[in-house]
């Protein structure tokens, strides 16, 4: 077995975040990633499409955060950008949104979804999570910036998040949320703070390399994709 | 006083590392910022376990110690180092190694750096670390 390839699936370019796609994606390739998932805020798009500085070892794969609150909206954006975006991301952060998000198979992560006294998932969102394939997204933003109780807190959700993912076989995406170059961390100091944080080691590293692979390549299907199970292995006469 | 046997002396690991800041941090700083990290992350009492020591630091680069059990810890706490003096700055570890001599080599001499983020992007080539010698 190869080396694995670690992808950082949340990170905010300008206008959303402060460094240019080009940086950000620079910087990602020193601390050792094979891709990340441009993924800005749906309330902060530029006006233009920015080109992507994709080579063929670094990938920089297109992506966007959903923010809205009213859950028919959300059904409504999702269907807006659902064919222009490898990888799209909810912002989660309220019940209603939290459980449109996981309601829906279009969606591939839920980002952040813990709110006030609460870690944003129960058994029932948790399941239709793992039936709808929707991964849980936990970013190590937050992690890194608070200090104390706030920390205590976004911690002890993340360990509620934790058990019940692991009760209903949900799938965890690790990722960064960077809104600069300052918030990048290389995937072993990810994984290291993942496992201090309470995964285990196989899930961390599962939830940086695995799961991305297979959202990415769950939404751009091989040439001889007809539609979901059905695939043009061979083409041939067979008459 | 007599030094201890080899034997019984604490094995420790060597993490090499760079300084990825705004602007130039001094060693005192950088010291302050990691001890303070592990602290608030791990407690003081899994801190002190680790027993990091920040052993050279120069021209962005330098090597920090811990103990051989708690290399991964070690990395977390300084994973969460996100300022040191007011002024933003991460810590990337280029690599572990089990004597200095080994770190130095291995990740500290010629490591190239792409140089649009880099803000104070200074080749490290007659680096002093060498002098340091396990005391």
Redesign the interface.
Request: proline share 0%.
């Given at each position: 077995m190869g080396k694995p390839k670690f992808y950082d699936f949340c990170v905010h370019a300008v206008p959303d975040g402060e460094n240019t796609v080009e940086q950000l994606a620079a910087l990602a390739r020193h601390l050792g990633y094979s891709g990340i998932a441009l993924a800005n805020h749906s309330d902060k798009l530029p006006q233009s499409q920015p080109a992507l500085p994709s080579t063929n070892e670094f990938e920089v794969y297109r992506g966007i955060e959903l923010v809205e609150e009213n859950p028919s909206k959300l059904h409504g954006l999702i269907g807006k950008f659902r064919k222009s975006v490898d990888v799209l991301i909810v912002h989660g952060g309220s019940e209603t949104v939290n459980r449109a998000a996981l309601e829906n198979p279009r969606v591939d992560i839920l980002n952040h979804p813990a709110f006030a006294k609460s870690s944003g998932l129960n058994q029932v969102l948790a399941k239709s999570a793992a039936e709808n394939d929707v991964a849980i997204g936990l970013t190590i933003r937050p992690l890194l910036h608070s200090r104390g109780s706030g920390r205590v807190r976004l911690l002890s959700d993340l360990r509620a998040n934790l058990d019940l993912a692991r009760k209903y076989d949900v799938s965890l995406v690790l990722s960064s949320g960077a809104m600069s170059c300052f918030d990048l961390r290389s995937s072993m100091e990810t994984l290291a703070l993942a496992e201090v944080c309470g995964l285990e080691e196989n899930e961390a590293l599962e939830a940086i390399t695995v799961v991305p692979e297979r959202i990415i390549s769950r939404n751009r299907p091989g040439p001889g994709h007809i539609r979901e199970g059905i695939e043009v292995l061979e083409e041939g006469d067979y008459c | 006083m007599k030094r201890l046997l080899p034997s019984l002396r604490a094995k420790k690991r060597y993490l090499a590392f760079e300084l990825?800041s705004?602007v130039p941090v001094s060693r005192s700083d950088l010291v302050k910022e990691v001890m303070f990290s592990a602290s608030?992350?791990?407690g003081d009492v899994t801190a002190s376990e680790c027993d990091i020591k920040v052993l050279g630091f120069e021209e962005s680069k330098g090597i920090i110690q811990c103990s051989h059990t708690k290399?991964?810890?070690t990395?977390?706490?300084?994973?969460?180092l996100?300022r040191v003096n007011g002024k933003?700055?991460?810590v990337?570890?280029l690599g572990t190694s089990g004597t200095i001599k080994r770190a130095t080599e291995k990740f500290l001499q010629n490591t190239v750096?792409?140089p649009?983020?880099r803000i104070n992007s200074k080749h490290l080539k007659n680096n002093n670390l060498g002098r340091i010698q396990e005391s």
């Open positions: - | 990825i705004e608030s992350l791990l290399v991964k810890e990395r977390a706490s300084l994973a969460t996100t933003r700055a991460t990337h570890i750096f792409e649009e983020i």
